[in-house]
T-cell receptor, first 111, second 113 residues
Framework: QKEVEQNSGPLSVPEGAIASLNCTYSDRGSQSFFWYRQYSGKSPELIMSIYSNGDKEDGRFTAQLNKASQYVSLLIRDSQPSDSATYLCAVGRGATNKLIFGTGTLLAVQP | DAGVTQSPTHLIKTRGQQVTLRCSPKSGHDTVSWYQQALGQGPQFIFQYYEEEERQRGNFPDRFSGHQFPNYSSELNVNALLLGDSALYLC????????????FGSGTRLTVV
């Protein structure tokens, strides 16, 4: 079992729709969770962090965390073609909070 | 305010050679982590430096080594390069534990031929 698992996609949604990205993790002791966006050929960019169960909203983005189910999700409302990218789920691990990444989900927003 | 800067941007090396990659952290950050990202994969943790010492290491061979300088900048060295070392090498900086996330540099694309 991989430590952080994501559906590789591609996930295709029409412009204006809600994109739902999912991630599961194996270590129940994990305390910090992050979503990064990575455009092709570029470096990851932090878009959301979440530490407590429940929802956290920032503009069009909502992160959801359920520690009991070891599940993290990212919702993107009113999806735009510029949101087309790979979304990486990362979990902080250990005293140094090193990041363990999933393989990423490729999102394609169709105009 | 400069973010994380990495150099060089691209590099082509021959098998068996050695390479040094450089990173300057974001202003105010004192911790530097290095990641390797192969094509189609998520970044893999190599090691983290804090107060000029390697604080934690991922599952990478001793051919991978690093250094942090008093100004918090860092180097990643890879010896005896293999074809499989071809990847995007990312530097990420944070303040101490990175509880609030890491800021990534633009990366160095290393190709080993």
């Amino acid at each position: 079992q991989k430590e952080v698992e994501q559906n590789s996609g591609p996930l295709s949604v029409p412009e204006g729709a809600i994109a739902s990205l999912n991630c599961t993790y194996s270590d129940r002791g994990s305390q910090s969770f992050f979503w990064y966006r990575q455009y092709s050929g570029k470096s990851p960019e932090l878009i959301m962090s979440i530490y407590s169960n429940g929802d956290k909203e920032d503009g069009r983005f909502t992160a959801q965390l359920n520690k009991a189910s070891q599940y993290v999700s990212l919702l993107i409302r009113d999806s735009q073609p510029s949101d087309s990218a790979t979304y990486l789920c990362a979990v902080g691990r250990g005293a140094t909070n090193k990041l363990i990444f999933g393989t990423g989900t490729l999102l394609a927003v169709q105009p | 305010d400069a973010g994380v800067t990495q150099s060089p941007t691209h590099l082509i090396k021959t098998r068996g050679q050695q390479v040094t990659l450089r990173c300057s952290p974001k202003s105010g950050h004192d911790t530097v982590s290095w990641y390797q990202q192969a094509l189609g994969q998520g970044p893999q943790f190599i090691f983290q430096y804090y107060e000029e010492e390697e604080r934690q290491r991922g599952n990478f061979p001793d051919r991978f080594s690093g250094h942090q300088f008093p100004n918090y900048s860092s180097e990643l060295n890879v010896n005896a390069l293999l074809l499989g070392d071809s990847a995007l090498y990312l530097c990420a900086s944070s303040s101490d534990r990175g509880d609030y996330g890491y800021t990534f540099g633009s990366g160095t694309r290393l190709t080993v031929v």
